[in-house]
């Protein structure tokens, strides 16, 4: 099935510095979605995304959808250590609803 | 408000046993999914189902059965354990688009 090209695949990064990650597919979707997900536990949705060109945050998050709806972006700034954790972006195909796809994930590491 | 719960949290099977996988929801929603996560890997829809009575077969779904009979609950059926089916479970609930996710069920099949 369509796979979901999500990158970096992990980042080792200083508190206080900015975080970058994205995905894309190779078709259009139209709904994006970003989770975080900690050790033993479940995805925790962060951000939802409806329309090409959103761009919304959540605190310190920003998640754009991309203009040729291919693509999403999330952005974590001043990072602190309670955002390690692995990132996906999820998403719908255009007429494949129910059938929520998700990237392999970003492993983001935030030292002292 | 528990939002979804999935039990057991751990279960060890041998290779040909069967079990159960329970998911409940009291968030009233009309959709539930059951998703995979293998080492390293996004999550992959197992089964869905759009409504009580109602289920439907998602990208991996060989070696597994659900039922719907309440809007609450969605088990997720394993018949004959598999090693391959070693991994961790979790169930979804939804309305519209976005999805909410209970804490998982890790299996070990040896």
């Not at chain 1, 970096?8 to 995905?23: H, R, T, W």
């Amino acid at each position: 099935g369509q796979q979901l090209n999500q990158s970096p695949q992990s980042m080792f990064i200083q508190e206080g510095e900015d975080v970058s990650m994205n995905c894309t597919s190779s078709s259009i979707f139209n709904t994006w979605l970003w989770y975080k997900q900690d050790p033993g536990e479940g995805p925790v949705l962060l951000i939802a995304l409806y329309k090409a060109g959103e761009l919304t945050s959540n605190g310190r998050l920003t998640a754009q959808f991309g203009i040729t709806r291919k693509d999403s972006f999330l952005n974590i700034s001043a990072s602190i250590p309670s955002d390690v954790g692995i990132y996906f972006c999820a998403g719908y195909e255009t007429d494949s609803w129910g059938k929520l796809q998700f990237g392999a994930g970003t492993q983001v590491v935030v030292t002292p | 408000n528990a939002g979804v719960t999935q039990t057991p949290k751990f279960r060890i099977l041998k290779i040909g046993q069967s079990m159960t996988l329970q998911c409940t929801q009291d968030m009233n929603h009309n959709y539930m999914y059951w998703y995979r996560q293998d080492p390293g890997m996004g999550l992959k829809l197992i089964y869905y189902s759009v409504g009580a009575g109602i289920t439907d077969k998602g990208e991996v779904p060989n070696g597994y059965n659900v039922s719907r009979s309440t809007t609450e609950d969605f088990p997720l059926r394993l018949e004959l354990a598999a090693p391959s089916q070693t991994s961790v479970y979790f169930c979804a609930t939804g309305q519209g688009n976005e999805q909410f996710f209970g804490p998982g069920t890790r299996l070990t099949v040896l």
